[in-house]
């Protein structure tokens, strides 16, 4: 069972920063062979929200409500992939999970990828 184990997640202040990291299980994550995306679900929430996406043809998406602020990295070397995430706001607390398809194409539901992590907690307080 392909699976990815995150990390990173945390309490922080409103403004504060964190890095997320998410490193597969029993994969390796060939630039060309998956899509990585970070997902999150807020509290009370059943809907899983895209954040950000690196496609397996080197291209990358963000999602309008954290762009600028959100930014997806892979390092194949490490075999890691990374959200940093910035000028966090109390919106943003949630659950946090990274997600894999070997699928090629752009997509950008939750339900369309394949592998899954546990999630990381992201709170946001004063």
């Known amino acids: 069972q392909l699976k990815f184990v995150e990390s990173g997640g945390g309490l922080v202040q409103p403004g504060g920063s964190l890095r997320l990291s998410c490193a597969p299980s029993?994969?390796?994550?060939?630039?060309?062979?998956?899509?990585i995306a970070w997902f999150r679900r807020a509290p009370g929430k059943a809907r899983k929200e895209v954040l950000c996406?690196?496609?397996?043809?080197?291209?990358?998406y963000t999602a309008d409500s954290v762009k600028g602020r959100f930014a997806i990295s892979r390092d194949n070397a490490k075999n890691t992939v990374s959200l940093q995430m910035n000028g966090l706001k109390f919106e943003d607390a949630a659950v946090y999970y990274c997600?894999?398809?070997?699928?090629?194409?752009?997509?950008?539901?939750?339900?369309?990828?394949?592998?899954w992590g546990q999630g990381t907690q992201v709170t946001v307080r004063l």
């Open positions: 997600a894999a398809t070997s699928k090629r194409g752009y997509y950008f539901l939750a339900h369309e990828y394949d592998y």
């Open positions: 029993g994969f390796t994550l060939d630039s060309d062979s998956y899509a």
């Open positions: 996406i690196s496609y397996n043809d080197g291209s990358t």
